[in-house]
């Protein structure tokens, strides 16, 4: 048997809407906010498998990712890093469009540390 584990930490935040008016329940929400911002490692990922809201959701947290941490990783001239954090957060464009590209864990690591500092 094979697992393969990918840890992802989250926050637990208030969730805010603009018209809370349109739910009868009361207004306390809460939703997850996401801590770690590491890309999954695209052999992984066989997107034949995932909706097209669960691709969405990715690509969403991809493009979170290089907006979060390629400005930090050019402040701290990590050009090499964040080529590779650019290499592996490209957008799924379709379904069976995962791509073949190792990991590095010298790479990940600088990634940590870079958010270590954002934070």
């Known amino acids: 048997m094979l697992v393969i584990l990918h840890h992802h930490m989250f926050f637990i935040v208030t969730f805010s809407l603009m018209d809370l008016s349109v739910y009868q329940y009361g207004h306390n929400f809460l939703t997850f906010d996401t801590v770690s911002l590491v890309p999954y490692d695209r052999k992984l990922v066989d997107t034949l498998l995932l909706s097209s809201k669960q691709l969405q959701w990715l690509n969403n947290y991809y493009e979170k990712i290089r907006q979060l ?15 590779w954090m650019l290499r592996n957060t490209e957008p799924f464009t379709e379904a069976g469009s995962s791509a073949s590209v190792s990991s590095s864990s010298l790479t990940l690591i ?8 954002i934070v």
């Open 69 to 83: 941490l390629g400005p930090e990783l050019d402040k701290q001239g990590l050009h090499e890093e964040k080529d």
């Open 110 to 117: 600088a990634l940590v540390f870079a958010l270590n500092n």
